[in-house]
């Protein structure tokens, strides 16, 4: 293996446990601030929940994700893209006005614009010989398409945060396929993917002690959005490290379900950008009769199938890989559907 030297696995235990203890101290400090302010979601007809619950965990989550990644490229034996230090600041931009956001109700299209602008950013210094779709594009394609799905990980990144514990699973899982995918990754790695990963599954177990249903605080889009910006451009760089198809795989329900969803709701004529309980994993609490602790746990167990999938890829055996997506994709549809309560 060539990529950059992996920490060893003490040293792996040590971070870990690091962003899990950091990440469930300050879940804990912001959760009982966001009491004292009565910073509250209030239910609605749109809801998963039923009582008023506090919402900004991502005030603690984001930090620790944005700290790690930070120290992580600062330690890395091998130089780092610029673009990293670039998608940092942007992400902490990102997070300033999404927590706005979730308290004012900020414009459509000025958060929207926003998304762009930040992805814009990491795009445009991408390395040039990053290739994320390994050459099967000129080079102004290969980031134009980078832009439009790097825009659109964002967002569905904080649509598909609509139950407990799912959003902490998304990003737990999307971490532990960066450090098998580490692992495995046989060309020259761009970032420390391994720190990045570990940082990803400390930062989301300490917050789902707090998010695991019922949740006592929720992620708001002070969290989903620059979580969702931020493994958007690992992804991203781990594609351009030869590893396209593993990128693909790893986020392959989060990327089914809102695409899905959304393809349906155009179909349908309504407007995409406004709330609502159609995605796959909430008609399975809403008309499914199944509890958010046992979707999110399904999901994670998908996500492991997923894993393995993408550790097939990286691995050269792009057979299993395919097979094993489709299967884990369709036993989660076959689950998620609809049935009588």
Known sequence: MSGL???????????????????????????????????MDIPNERSSHTIPTPRGGGLAVTPVVIGGWALAGYLSPAPVPVALWAVLAASFALSVVSWLDDRLNLSRRLRFALHIAAAALGTLLLPEATLVFQGWLPLWADRAVTLVGWVWFINLYNFMDGIDGITGVETASLGAGLVTVSLLL?????????????????????????????????LGDVGSVPLGYLLG????LLAGDGALTAALILPAYYLLDATVTLLRRLVQGKPIGQAHREHFYQQAVHTGGLRH????????CG???????AAFAVSGQPLPAVAGTVAVLGLIVVLFRRRPR
Request: hydrophobic share 65%; charged share 5%; aromatic share 12%.
């Open 186 to 218: 046989p060309t020259a790695a761009t970032l420390p993917y391994g720190l990045f990963g570990l940082t990803a599954v400390g930062a989301a177990l300490g917050f789902l002690v707090f998010n695991w249903h019922p949740a006592k605080l929720f």
């Open 293 to 300: 602790s046992q979707v999110s746990a399904l999901i994670l």
């Open 303 to 309: 996500n492991l199938g997923l894993l393995a999938a």
């Open 233 to 236: 451009f690992a992804l991203i």
């Open 5 to 39: 030297p992996l920490p060893s696995a003490a040293q792996g235990g040590l971070w870990l446990l690091s962003a899990f203890v950091l990440s469930l101290a300050l879940t804990r400090l912001v959760l009982g601030w966001l009491r004292a302010k009565a910073v």
